[in-house]
């Protein structure tokens, strides 16, 4: 597929969110998803704020990226953090001439196999609401300046999607729509560690499970998650392909 198809593809399918009530953790997985197509990177995660100003993390397209992310926020040290402070982009980091700057974070990203990093903002305004991570290996993980304004454009939507035409105009609705998706996260990370200490498959493919069932049954993933915890769903049931 040509490169603005893919473009065209990737933006009508994030273009659907800002209809009225979308599935928020579905969204944000399938934007770290169409990032690791669209810029031939490796990882892709994705954070938000909460009402607090505390970093989240909230998808993310691997099982690595979703370790580089909660490393990041527990020992406070990254692009991610400065990039979200800033409200500026942290390009093309290069992660073996940058430990001096971010020693732990170096040493564990590079210990997980990436080579570059890359922080854009989510930005509404002046206010940034999140961040979103990429991670790459080799020199195809950097970003040439039309890449940038790329990986930037789909941070842009994301933030569109998240908040919504209305959520600009009323600081209310901002914050129960930001806390909605935290709270979401929240019921997910429970599901899951149910499903994987029940079933023992790791953690990942225990989200994956989750997500085939909600979109096969037409369904939020926060609500069959929800179900999984209140334990009226059978998990074998859930696991049924």
Not at 7 to 22: E, H, K, P
Request: hydrophobic share 45%; charged share 20%; aromatic share 6%.
């Amino acid at each position: 597929m040509a490169v603005h198809e893919q473009l065209g593809r990737v933006f009508v399918q994030l273009a659907d969110t800002l209809v009225n009530d979308f599935d928020i953790p579905d969204f944000l997985f399938n934007l770290t998803a169409r990032a690791v197509e669209l810029l031939d990177i490796d990882a892709a995660g994705l954070l938000l704020a909460d009402p607090n100003g505390r970093l989240r993390v909230m998808a993310t397209s691997s099982e690595r990226a979703e370790r580089m992310e909660m490393f990041e926020l527990q020992h406070l040290q990254g692009p991610c953090l400065e990039s979200f402070t800033s409200g500026e982009p942290i390009v093309n980091v290069d992660l073996a001439a940058n430990v001096e700057r971010w020693p732990r974070f170096c040493e564990t990203a590079r210990a997980a196999g990436f080579t570059v990093a890359h922080s854009l903002p989510l930005r509404l305004r002046d206010e940034v609401i999140g961040i979103m991570s990429l991670y790459g290996v080799g020199p195809a993980a950097y970003l040439a300046q039309a890449d940038v304004d790329l990986a930037q454009a789909l941070a842009d939507v994301a933030t569109i999607g998240l908040l919504q035409e209305r959520s600009l105009r009323e600081q209310s609705t901002r914050n129960r729509q930001l806390q909605l998706a935290l709270e979401s996260r929240t019921v997910i990370e429970q599901a899951k560690g149910l499903l994987a200490g029940i079933t023992g498959i790791p953690l990942w493919e225990a989200f994956a499970t989750i997500r085939f069932y909600a979109r096969a049954h037409n369904r939020k993933i926060s609500a069959v998650a929800q179900e999984v915890v209140n334990g009226g769903l059978d998990i074998r049931t859930l696991r049924q392909r």
